[in-house]
């Protein structure tokens, strides 16, 4: 009898692991995508204030330049950010809602940090 109820609870497992549309979230992935995005966005603003430096120099070029590196150092300082609440949202897909909060927390904190310090 014991076997029975093996037998059957694997059967309940395996169908509900494939359920049409239901699959795991791969988070690593999509955490390395923000990060992988940010540090491209940032890095490709930093190039373009590079290229900006090349154009004859005026008021509106050095506008340029600033505004590009701003956004550029604004890209890559919000990167860790960003990849603290994809972490939290990902956590709180899957169930694990004590992790979640503790990400949702540090990334306040981490907010407020920045915009303390940036002055944003």
């Known amino acids: ?39 491209l966005a940032s890095g490709t603003l930093f190039f373009a204030s590079l290229l900006f430096e090349a154009l004859p120099p005026g008021r509106s070029t050095a506008a340029l330049v600033s505004a590009t590196r701003k956004a550029a150092l604004a890209a890559l300082v919000v990167t860790p950010l960003l990849r603290l609440v994809a972490a939290g949202l990902l956590l709180g897909l899957r169930g694990e809602q004590r992790y979640a909060v503790y990400a949702a927390a540090t990334a306040v904190v981490v907010a407020l940090g920045l915009f303390a310090g940036v002055g944003l």
Not at 8 to 16: F, H, K, W
Not at 26 to 37: D, M, N, P, Y
Request: hydrophobic share 50%; no cysteine.
């Open 1 to 39: 009898m014991d076997r029975r109820v093996e037998v059957t609870a694997a059967r309940e497992l395996a169908a509900r692991s494939a359920l049409p549309g239901v699959r795991e979230v791969a988070g690593e992935r999509v955490v390395a995508q923000v990060l992988r995005g940010g540090a």
